[in-house]
């Protein structure tokens, strides 16, 4: 694990508080995971930046205040890596693993077919992060402690040429009702955030991609794709990462698929 310190102004001193939690943030470089690790750093707490580019989590930890933020380096598709980073950071002790690393985009069956890419990253990553970082939520001395997944309204809907995608994102939130039974009794609570249209750069990437697929602007594509979101908008990234922060400050709930998607689904 590479260790960043931040760099804090030099006329503000900050005294760590003894509540201060330590939080393994995946897919911390950017969107989501970077929202949540500016929100979690706001809260006095400790974020370890887990992702595959250096110059990206460095970028986050340069966003972060207070604390000894560090980067840790691993690709959550590798059991190698993953087995590798806490080889060398067998002390670690976490409160929270927040399972956010994903790839979006679609794929279509053949050569070319991304089907294994996404379902490793997506669905086989968040199960190997979890496994191999529990040993590590085990021994923290919390009374509660948190596994929270990034899902996807698309875990849901069905969407053409996303199939990869989508079961992906509903293969979570089957992972997240298993482990919400199994580690129940160390207090340990599970739960999955559904976000559906999310100003990130995955988000407008996807726009365009589905609207150079047919051929028209992102612009009108965008117009389309609010007409199915009643409050006809994308949620900002800290509209996710506030939700993030508010479950991992309650101890009642669990097992639970959380929507926050702007009204384009509903659910009783």
């Not at 003894?18 to 500016?38: E, F, K, P, V």
């Not at 970028?59 to 207070?66: N, V």
Request: proline share 3%; glycine share 8%; net charge neutral.
């Amino acid at each position: 694990m590479m260790q960043v310190e931040n760099i804090c102004p030099t006329d503000y001193v900050y005294k760590i508080k003894s509540n201060t939690m330590n939080y393994l943030i995946t897919g911390a470089g950017s969107g989501i995971g970077r929202a949540i690790a500016i929100e979690i750093s706001q809260q006095n707490h400790t974020c370890y930046l887990l992702g595959r580019t250096e110059t990206s989590l460095a970028e986050t930890l340069s966003l972060l205040k207070h604390g000894k933020h560090k980067i840790v380096l691993a690709d959550v598709s590798s059991a190698a890596s993953l087995q590798k980073c806490l080889t060398e950071n067998n002390a670690l002790i976490l409160d929270g693993i927040i399972a956010n690393a994903g790839l979006g985009g679609e794929n279509k069956f053949g050569e070319t077919d991304r089907w294994e890419e996404i379902i490793n990253t997506n669905l086989t990553g968040t199960y190997l992060t979890v496994n191999y970082f529990l040993p590590a939520l085990q021994k923290s001395n919390s009374p509660t402690k948190h596994i929270l997944i990034t899902s996807s309204v698309l875990a849901r809907l069905g969407v053409a040429n996303y199939a990869a995608y989508c079961a992906s994102k509903a293969g979570l939130l089957g992972l997240m009702r298993s482990w919400a039974i199994q580690y129940a009794p160390e207090n340990i609570l599970v739960n999955a955030i559904c976000p559906g249209w999310v100003n990130t750069t995955m988000a407008q990437e996807g726009l365009q991609g589905i609207a150079d697929g047919i051929g028209i602007s992102k612009a009108a594509f965008f117009d389309i794709a609010m007409q199915s979101v009643p409050l006809k908008r994308m949620s900002e990234p800290k509209e996710i990462a506030d939700l993030y922060m508010y479950l991992l400050n309650q101890s009642s709930i669990t097992g639970q698929a959380i929507d926050i998607n702007c009204g384009s689904v509903m659910n009783s």
